[in-house]
């Protein structure tokens, strides 16, 4: 079936957005060879990420990069890579979604998640990399530490993000691991915005590296108010939800009304 001018121009305009072949093909109504066949025909770019994420802050931005920092993988032989798995799908959509990218999500098989699926997600961009570089994110987890970096605006994103890779919630208690200088930044920056003397920061019994920091169930609820006022824009995980119902119900018990 012959192309409309229309049809190009979604075409060029759904390119640009770095949507993929599929979901273009889904849009026109047409078969993913004969999307790439009439881009080929057209000379047009398949744009596959926005590489100016980073350059300008913003909350999505700022809880990917805490996503990516907590949970992030970086590989010497591709420089350029960065990749992060979870197991919560819809999560890696929205992280994709923050660099407009049209890569796919693939499963991923490990034993550390037990019986859950796991996915991947793999991006590749010099200038991105500079960036994350310049903001002290890449390398192992024990040279990672961009929390300095952020600006006091975005911090709560980027603490919502570094929860939803290496935090925990249960029965009211919130605790976030990872290496100890990393989480003492984020924990002493926390117990200040809500005026509480830090506790300890607690080693972690299977990994000498890991640390961990806990918050108490009425901490944790003056934690998430100040997240939840902050970071209307970036995306509720299913952890993060588990985490706001719970002070949902502490608010209907205490008052009889939402949050």
């Not at 915005?193 to 506790?199: C, G, L």
């Amino acid at each position: 079936m012959k192309w409309t001018k229309e049809e190009e121009n979604i075409l060029r305009e759904m390119s640009q957005k770095c949507k993929t072949d599929k979901e273009i093909a889904n849009q026109l109504g047409r078969t993913e060879s004969s999307i790439n066949n009439k881009r080929y025909e057209l000379n047009i770019y398949k744009k596959r990420l926005n590489e100016n994420v980073f350059e300008k802050w913003d909350d999505p931005q700022a809880w990917a990069l805490g996503l990516l920092t907590a949970d992030g993988s970086f590989n010497k032989a591709r420089p350029n890579e960065f990749v992060l798995y979870n197991t919560d799908y819809e999560l890696l959509k929205a992280y994709r979604n923050v660099f407009n990218a049209n890569k796919d999500i693939y499963n991923h098989k490990t034993n550390r998640i037990g019986n859950k699926t796991g996915y991947r997600l793999s991006l590749s961009n010099p200038k991105i990399m500079e960036r994350l570089k310049a903001l002290n994110a890449v390398g192992i987890k024990g040279v990672r530490n961009p929390f300095p970096l952020v600006p006091d605006n975005y911090k709560w994103s980027f603490i919502k993000g570094v929860f939803d890779g290496d935090g925990n919630f249960y029965k009211g208690t919130v605790s976030i691991a990872g290496r100890k200088e990393f989480i003492k930044y984020i924990y002493y920056w926390i117990c200040q915005e809500i005026d509480k003397q830090p506790n300890k920061i607690y080693q972690s019994h299977s990994s000498k590296k890991t640390y961990s920091f806990q918050i108490s169930k009425n901490d944790s609820i003056k934690v998430f108010k100040k997240i939840d006022n902050a970071t209307k824009e970036t995306f509720d995980s299913d952890k993060y939800n588990s985490w706001k119902n719970f002070v949902l119900n502490e608010y209907k018990k205490q008052s009889n009304i939402g949050l």
